[in-house]
């Protein structure tokens, strides 16, 4: 089976830069995304990364490291709308779908 | 451009009731999920179907059928509910992306009691 660790829950204050981890065991890797969602809400789709290296989309960054099966999403001058939960995914070759991390609870305190 | 519509977004059945979550999507997308989500284990796939005319099994299938009456619209069947069927209810839909970004519907909550 597929397995992905991320941490429950991240605490960080309004404007600093906090990283969110994710290291993965699967059968296979296609690519690695990440999806934002607010308490109520559905999930929304932040990123993908499929090679190895940086990402930058706005105030949010995404790395992986393929080799290491490990990824983060970064999240800089953090604002009170970014406190939401945050999981990551992983696409593998044969499966079509994706199958998620149980998610990264993130606060932000003024 | 409404994206994914789940209805409904509130339903609370007894033991035993059965119920059809609705799904369609106006994106073209070919590809569609239901997943389900539970305090503290993420977003769990019940069934998918990768294109117009097929539908497969995911992680927990048990207890659930599903329909794709057409590219638009993937149904969610519960045929007898139980009590451990209690969670949110996400649809969601892609297209052939480089980025495979899913679009979600904005979920039902099911309560069976």
């Known amino acids: 089976g597929q397995s992905l660790e991320q941490p429950s829950e991240v605490t960080a204050v309004e404007g600093a830069i906090v990283q969110i981890n994710c290291t993965y065991q699967?059968?296979?890797?296609?690519?690695l995304s990440w999806y934002q969602q607010h308490d109520g809400g559905a999930p929304t789709f932040l990123s993908y990364?499929?090679?190895?290296g940086l990402e930058e989309t706005g105030r949010f960054s995404s790395f992986l490291s393929r080799s290491d099966s490990y990824g983060y999403l970064l999240l800089q001058e953090l604002q009170m709308k970014d406190s939401a939960s945050y999981f990551c995914?992983?696409?593998?070759?044969?499966?079509?779908?994706?199958?998620f991390g149980t998610g990264t609870r993130l606060t932000v305190i003024p | 451009n409404a994206g994914v519509t789940q209805t409904p977004k509130f339903q609370v059945l007894k033991t035993g009731q059965s119920m059809t979550l609705q799904c369609a999507q106006d994106?073209?997308?070919?590809?569609m999920y239901w997943y389900r989500q539970d305090p503290g284990m993420g977003l769990r796939l019940i069934y998918y179907?990768?294109?117009?005319?097929?539908?497969d099994k995911g992680e927990v299938p048990n207890g659930y059928n599903v329909s794709r009456l057409n590219k638009r619209e993937f149904s969610l069947r519960l045929e007898s509910a139980a009590p451990s069927q209690t969670s949110v209810y996400f649809c969601?839909?892609?297209?052939?992306?480089?980025?495979?970004?899913?679009?979600f519907g904005s979920g039902t909550r099911l309560t069976v009691v």
């Open positions: 969601a839909s892609t297209g052939q992306l480089a980025n495979y970004g899913y679009t």
């Open positions: 699967t059968s296979g890797f296609y690519g």
């Open positions: 990364n499929a090679l190895d």
């Open positions: 995914a992983v696409r593998i070759p044969g499966a079509n779908n994706l199958f």
């Open positions: 994106m073209n997308h070919n590809s």
């Open positions: 179907s990768a294109s117009e005319g097929t539908t």
